[in-house]
Structures are given as C-alpha cells and as structure tokens.
C-alpha cells in the first residue's frame, strides 16, 4: 500500500477549479448517471456497497447513515460539515480550494439518493476565501444547469447554498452545526431523535464531512467494487492525511487506507526535520489520544488505531520531537478544549476548566503529588457524560499523555519546574497545528 490518488487525481491541473475543466476530466458525469439511469435508493446502495466511511472521523457507514432516513417524508436535506475546526486538520480546505466542483457533485449526488432538494455547505469562519470560491463554482454550476432546477431536464432539482460559520469548534459537531445554520447559538441537541428523523428546521437531514461526499462521484462512475479493491476489508477506499510539526515536507497526502504510519513520516513527509526523533505523535487531531513515538507501524484505517489504544479521526498528525515537552504540549491542548466548550453542560464546562488548571499548575512548578490521581478522576467524571463528545476529547490526552509519559509530569512535580523550558520545539508545532 502507498500513495493512491482519487480525490487528488486531477489537481496536478492548475484550473481544474473551473467548470470546463473539471467537465473534460469527467466530472459531473457521475451525476448525469445517477439521476438518468439510477432510482434514488440505488444510489443509497451502491455507496452502501462500497464500505464508504466518514471521513470527518466517526467512521459511520456512509451508506447506512442516508439510509436512516424514514421511509416517507416531503421534505429533507443534505448538509456538508465543512467546518474543519480540528487542530491539525486542514485536508478539507485543499479540496475545496482546489477542486470545488468535486464537493458540489458529491453533494449533489448524496442530495439525490436521500431525494433533497437543498443542500448547505458549513464552511469554517474563517474559510472566507473558499466561501467564495465555492459560490462562484455553485453559480457556474447553475448557468450549466448542473445546480437548480430540473437537473438534465429531470423532475428532481437541487439547490447548493454556503453558510459560513462564526469560527466555534463545537459547531463541527453536527448537531450544534445545524443549530448554527438554523440562526441560533451552535449548542449540541439532545439525542434522539437523531438528525436522520429530525435535523435541519425540524425534517430529516443527512449531515456527511467535505471528504466523505468528494469519495461519492468516483464510486457512482467507478462502482463500489472498484472502491473496495483499495484499502483493507474494514476500512475501504483511500485516505487524505494531514501531518504537520518538525517534518521535512508537512502537508496533505493520499494514501490506501491500511498503509502504515511509517510510510507517511519517512516516504511521504520526508522524516523528522533536524535528524531528531520522534517523542510522540497524535494521529487524529487534538481529539485523539497520543500515541508514543515507536508506534510507527500502525495501519492508518478505522481498527488499528483503536487497536493500538487511540483512534484515526480524521487523520490528523501532528508530531512531537525528542526535546518537546509532552506537560507543556498537554497544557495547550487544555487549553484549547477549555475555550472552545460551549458550556451547556456541567461536565464539561467545569471539567475542562478543572483540567486546564491543573496542568497549569504542574507546568508552572506548582504540582503535588496528588493531582495526578485527581487528573484521572476528573476525567473519569466527565467521559460519557456529557451532551456531545467535546468533554471526551478533553480527557483523551489528558488520559494518554499520563499512561505514555506519566514520568515527566513526575519529574516536574519532584523538581517544582518543568525541565523542559524554554520551549523552542513544542511552541512552533503547535501553532502550526492550531493548537496554541
């Protein structure tokens, strides 16, 4: 397994943003497919079929979750989670930036097998220029009749709209996110009833990642046994990684799902910047718990990683060198989940705030012997009971840093300093990252 381009394939031309372009390499034929040869619920099936996952990090059945949808209803809608607020995530913004048309054909296509006539693109607050981006292609779209009204002169039409977001984490969590779009604050609902039964103003909505629905146009043209030929048996198709930190050549990649992490450090970003080594990495974004750096040959797919005691997300890599302080990188990840809690529950409103404090304080040389088992017990209280899984990837570091690295939060509590400081290496790749 190595570098497999689908969704990358035609970025190697520079106007493949534009209708035309995007036309002669074959796009919006899928779509012409489907909506003259296919019934909506083949469409459903065929991506059933291929094993799609969620790219957005979840791993649900694509094909499954559209499926959810009741049997009858009048009115439905797709929206796009294109809010990418993940640190260290940032595949979705090169494949809006680059290729629009690709998203607006996976929406339109998702759009017709749940038989909506309305779909929203989410785009992160700050993605101003892709928001612009994506509406022009949206109107070029709709000069061609490709967006609209009976799409190649069928009954069925469909409307692409895209919302920009107020730059808050919680709304990438899809129930808040419909909460957004619907004008009020992005508060995570109460389930069930699921958005499958009641989303978007109260009508069943499917809500799927930007690199979930890029993969839908390659598996109607190609066919759901193409799909499954890459991959591994659980985790088909390929995926788009994002590793950032002392690499030599950070960046996005597309690899089979199942290829090794090796391969994507040392083939792909070119190894460690410096000759330094690798301390620790975390595979998913802040979300996920770290792993420690000799975990190198674990397949990036949906079951290894949990295997190996954390979870792929959305194949976020941020890396961590040799002289990287893991306390002091732990406390920026607090940091971040505590501002970005939206504060509707108490688990995860005082946990949060528990938690950054504390790592605070044994950063700072202020640490007691006792906060560790205190550490643990707050997160003990705060995972699964919260209303979203913002209060779970609080504690997901916290929890990983302790059992990998416990001995550094020993020696800053022993010598009531942090051993590491200054901090050159851990500040840069953060920020990098997003997360400081």
């Known amino acids: 397994m190595a570098q497999k381009t689908v969704l990358f394939k035609h970025l190697e031309q520079p106007e493949i943003h534009r209708l035309d372009v995007y036309r002669d390499a074959g796009g919006y034929g899928a779509l012409r497919t489907a909506v003259n040869d296919l019934a909506p619920a083949e469409v459903t099936q065929m991506v059933k079929d291929s094993g799609l996952r969620g790219r957005g990090g979840a791993g649900f059945p694509t094909g499954m979750k559209w499926s959810f949808l009741p049997k009858e209803y009048d009115t439905s809608y797709l929206v796009c989670n294109a809010d990418e607020s993940e640190p260290g995530a940032f595949k979705d913004r090169e494949l809006m930036e680059r290729n629009p048309h690709q998203l607006i054909e996976g929406c339109l296509l998702a759009a017709y097998a749940i038989r909506a006539r309305h779909a929203f693109i989410y785009v992160r607050g700050e993605y101003l220029a892709i928001k612009e981006l994506l509406d022009a292609a949206i109107e070029q779209a709709r000069q061609a009749g490709l967006v609209g009204e009976r799409i190649f002169g069928k009954d069925w039409g469909c409307e692409v709209s895209v919302y920009r977001g107020a730059g808050a984490y919680i709304c990438g969590e899809e129930s808040a996110m419909l909460d957004s779009l619907e004008g009020f604050r992005g508060f995570p609902r109460l389930r069930p009833p699921f958005p499958a ?240």
């Open 197 to 436: 039964v009641r989303g978007l103003y109260g009508k069943p909505t499917v809500v799927n990642n930007v690199e979930t629905l890029a993969n839908v146009p390659h598996i109607v043209a190609n066919g759901a046994e193409w799909f499954k030929s890459m991959g591994t048996e659980k985790s088909p198709g390929t995926k788009i990684c994002s590793i950032s930190g002392p690499v030599n050549r950070p960046g996005n990649y597309e690899l089979e799902m199942g290829t090794p992490f090796r391969y994507l450090l040392e083939d792909c970003a070119g190894g460690m910047a410096g000759g330094k080594s690798l301390k620790a990495y975390i595979p998913g974004g802040a979300s996920a718990p770290m792993l420690p750096g000799d975990c190198q040959d674990v397949g990036i797919d949906f079951e290894s990683y949990p295997a190996a005691g954390s979870t792929m997300g959305s194949a976020s890599f941020i890396l961590f060198p040799e002289d990287c302080c893991i306390v002091f990188a732990q406390l920026r990840i607090s940091e971040f989940f505590s501002h970005e809690s939206c504060g509707k529950c108490t688990p995860c409103r005082e946990g949060s705030r528990w938690l950054r404090q504390m790592v605070e304080r044994i950063e700072e040389g202020g640490g007691r012997e006792e906060d560790l088992p205190i550490l643990l017990d707050v997160t003990d209280n705060m995972v699964g009971k919260c209303f979203c899984a913002l209060g779970d990837f609080a504690t997901s570091n916290i929890v990983a840093s302790i059992r990998h690295f416990r001995h550094e939060y020993e020696q800053h509590i022993r010598e009531r300093r942090c051993p590491f400081r200054p901090h050159p290496a851990a500040e840069p790749l953060l920020q990098i990252a997003g997360v400081a």
